[in-house]
Nanobody
Framework: QVQLAESGGALVQPGGSLTVSCSAS????????IGWFRQAPGKKREGVAC????????DYTDAVKGRFTIAKDNGKFTVDLQMNSLRPQDPGVYYC??????????????????????WGRGTQVTVSL
């Protein structure tokens, strides 16, 4: 059974850093593209950073390029999102998700899987003084 679980969400000051982690069970994080998404109150869920399986191609939404880094750790079955220089626009519930089919990182981030996707329950990231 495929399960994803996010952790690491916290309250961070603007300009601070935080790493959130997605732990996978029931499949290898190297089998499919996997991504991080976020949803702020009243806003649509958006793709933040995604990574493909074998070649590790990555895609980032423009708002986080140069600040966020997605990385897989196959040995730990985790996908981490390192977030630096956090801004007031970054808060939200951060989810990781994957789908059991071939997707490029850009495809996954642009069109979050709904019908066949596997999602975690999310972890809250708050950016405030």
């Amino acid at each position: 059974q495929v399960q994803l679980a996010e952790s690491g969400g916290a309250l961070v000051q603007p300009g601070g850093s935080l790493t959130v982690s997605c732990s996978a069970s029931g499949f290898s994080v190297d089998n499919y593209a996997i991504g991080w998404f976020r949803q702020a109150p009243g806003k649509k869920r958006e793709g933040v950073a995604c990574i493909t399986n074998h070649d590790r191609s990555k895609d980032y939404t423009d708002a986080v390029k140069g600040r966020f880094t997605i990385a897989k750790d196959n040995g730990k079955f985790t996908v981490d999102l390192q977030m630096n220089s956090l801004r007031p626009q970054d808060p939200g519930v951060y989810y990781c998700a994957t789908a059991p089919r071939f997707l490029t990182a850009a495809q996954l981030c642009t069109d979050p899987p709904t019908m066949d996707g596997f999602w975690g329950r999310g972890t809250q990231v708050t950016v405030s003084l």
